[in-house]
């Protein structure tokens, strides 16, 4: 195994036992995983989203104008498709990826989308899509390839070579296809991520820097150079995750440090509270005592009423 791929599942390996120790702080990254591969996945699009724009999308809150209309559908499409494959991914399912499940997925991107076929999407033309510019099969072959796709996608395995390097080939295949047009690039992505989550990964985010590098990797002449994107996006993902993991751990630790010491103050309040009333009575009690001590009593009480001047 070359460096690169090992630095990764030596990474990964780390983040699995960290998993299984802090299992709700995992969820709370993949959380904010999801936020990022949105973000990213439409700027791999050309589509420069806001945080705000994407909270507003998932918050299911109503939106004041018609422009925001089209991409807040899109974010709450891909939404749905990255939860829908995270069920997918769990390791004890063993379905395998057919076109039904691909043109299902492709239908929850689209869905209530005003642009949207009506028919099942596929490509019925040669033209190049948004920023795409690789060569693909044409429209007549994409049938065909898809059900050759689907068989190479179920007939990988992890023990012949690493799981990133099937990861690039599989995508790569895909994007030669391009079956649907505009939105083959992100079905690609994400059936790259379900791949990769069932071999214990976690989804793989490109970043928008990467943007460039990612289109000129597809008009290669093989997988080679998106093998070693998704090496680096894949270590970054991994490394962040670990991080995060950590960094959340430490801030649990000091917030129980602080309750600890806060509480222990109040406690030495309330302790010295109780004690301050004792303490008074304590101090009160001898000046009573002597004040009752030294007044004249009996006998000498009358006398010295009698010597009073009237």
């Known amino acids: 195994m070359s460096l690169p791929y090992f630095r990764v599942d030596t990474q990964n390996e780390r983040l699995v036992t960290l998993v ?47 422009a925001f209309l089209p991409a807040y559908q899109e974010i709450k499409n891909l939404h749905a498709c990255i939860e829908w494959l995270r069920e997918l991914s769990d390791a004890r399912r063993s379905e395998k990826v057919t076109r039904a499940l691909i043109q299902r997925c492709y239908e929850t991107m689209v869905q209530r ?9 596929l490509r019925q033309d040669d033209n190049r899509y948004g920023a795409y510019y690789h060569r693909h099969c044409s429209h007549n072959e994409v049938g065909a ?3 050759a796709f689907v068989d190479f996608f179920n ?56 943007r460039a590098r990612y289109y000129e990797a597809l008009a290669f ?33 000091k917030k129980r440090e602080a309750y600890k010491v806060a509480r222990h103050k109040r406690e030495e309040a309330a302790k010295r509270a109780r004690e301050t009333p004792k303490t008074q009575k304590a101090a009160s009690s001898p000046r009573k005592l002597k004040a009752v001590s030294d007044a004249p009593t009996g006998k000498k009480a009358r006398s010295a009423s009698k010597r009073r001047p009237s």
């Open 20 to 66: 299984e120790k802090h299992g709700s702080v995992w969820s709370d990254f993949n959380q904010k995983l999801d936020l990022s591969w949105i973000y990213h996945d439409h700027g791999m699009e050309g589509v420069v989203l806001q945080a705000q724009e994407i909270g507003i999308a998932l918050n299911q809150k109503v939106i004041s104008t018609d």
């Open 113 to 121: 989308l005003r642009s949207s076929a009506k028919s099942d999407g």
């Open 145 to 147: 390839g898809l059900d």
């Open 155 to 210: 007939g990988l395995h992890a023990d012949k070579q690493h799981p990133i390097v099937s990861a690039a080939q599989l995508h790569y295949r895909f994007m030669q296809l391009m079956p649907y047009g505009r939105f083959s690039g992100r079905l690609a992505r994400w059936l790259t991520n379900l791949f990769l989550m069932r071999h214990g990964y976690p989804a793989l985010v490109i970043h928008t820097a990467e």
């Open 221 to 253: 002449e093989n997988e080679s150079e998106l093998s070693h994107l998704f090496t680096e996006a894949m270590n970054a993902t991994v490394e962040s995750a670990c991080q995060y993991i950590q960094n959340s751990l430490e801030e649990r630790r």
